[in-house]
T-cell receptor, first 116, second 112 residues
Framework: DTAVSQTPKYLVTQMGNDKSIKCEQN?????MYWYKQDSKKFLKIMFS???????INETVPNRFSPKSPDKAHLNLHINSLELGDSAVYFC???????????????FGSGTRLTVV | GDSVTQMEGPVTLSEEAFLTINCTYT??????LFWYVQYPGEGLQLLLK?????DKGSNKGFEATYRKETTSFHLEKGSVQVSDSAVYFC???????????FGAGTRLFVKA
């Protein structure tokens, strides 16, 4: 009954490979996000989707492509992986109308990506 | 632009000590303010929130008051426990926005 679930939890891959991370939420939220956390714990937003529509696309290399087949799922595909992509990637969700009132986000447990 | 600044860590305290983690923000409009906590190997969890000036958020013995005049949202706890050891993030969302901006995080170590 996990609220926001990400798979896989760990991903080790070689430079140049293509990989995907999946995220699903069962909270009925309408907005989903991808954040990247670096080794110093700094969190940076990458993408935000509201009802399957891309709302935020920060300065992220176009090797990163999010896809939202429905409002409960937001996947992240990464092409031509580089060493600098190594990080923990977090999926999160919120009910947008409540975000405006301050309900906050629910986070997944993260995917630790290591590029070797 | 909107930003959050929180005190650098790590903060090391003995059990039952008083905790303060400072957080100040810059924002256009009227942000909602949050504290999140991240335990080792886990995702962030919402700890407490405040949506307007002078609101006090509280949870699990932690408190923070939304101070518009000083643009601050400092986190406090009267008596910390070893189990409070984690990284704490201050964050803001501007009303109507789809983006939450996080501070750099403050690592707290509590010794028995």
């Amino acid at each position: 009954d996990t609220a926001v679930s990400q798979t896989p939890k760990y991903l080790v891959t070689q430079m140049g490979n293509d990989k995907s991370i999946k995220c699903e939420q069962n909270l009925g939220h309408d907005t989903m996000y991808w954040y990247k956390q670096d080794s110093k714990k700094f969190l940076k937003i990458m993408f935000s989707y509201n009802n399957k529509e891309l709302i935020i696309n920060e300065t992220v290399p176009n090797r990163f492509s999010p896809k939202s087949p429905d409002k409960a799922h937001l996947n992240l595909h990464i092409n031509s992986l580089e060493l600098g992509d190594s990080a923990v990637y977090f999926c999160a969700s919120s009910l947008n109308s409540f975000v405006r009132q301050g309900a906050g986000y629910t986070f997944g447990s993260g995917t630790r990506l290591t590029v070797v | 632009g909107d930003s959050v600044t929180q005190m650098e860590g790590p903060v090391t305290l003995s059990e039952e000590a008083f905790l303060t983690i400072n957080c100040t923000y810059t924002a256009t409009g009227y942000p909602s303010l949050f504290w999140y906590v991240q335990y080792p190997g886990e995702g962030l969890q919402l700890l407490l929130k405040a949506t307007k000036a002078d609101d006090k958020g509280s949870n699990k013995g932690f408190e923070a008051t939304y101070r518009k005049e000083t643009t601050s949202f400092h986190l406090e706890k009267g008596s910390v426990q070893v189990s409070d050891s984690a990284v704490y993030f201050c964050a803001l969302t501007v009303g109507g926005g789809f983006k939450t901006i996080f501070g750099a995080g403050t690592r707290l170590f509590v010794k028995a």
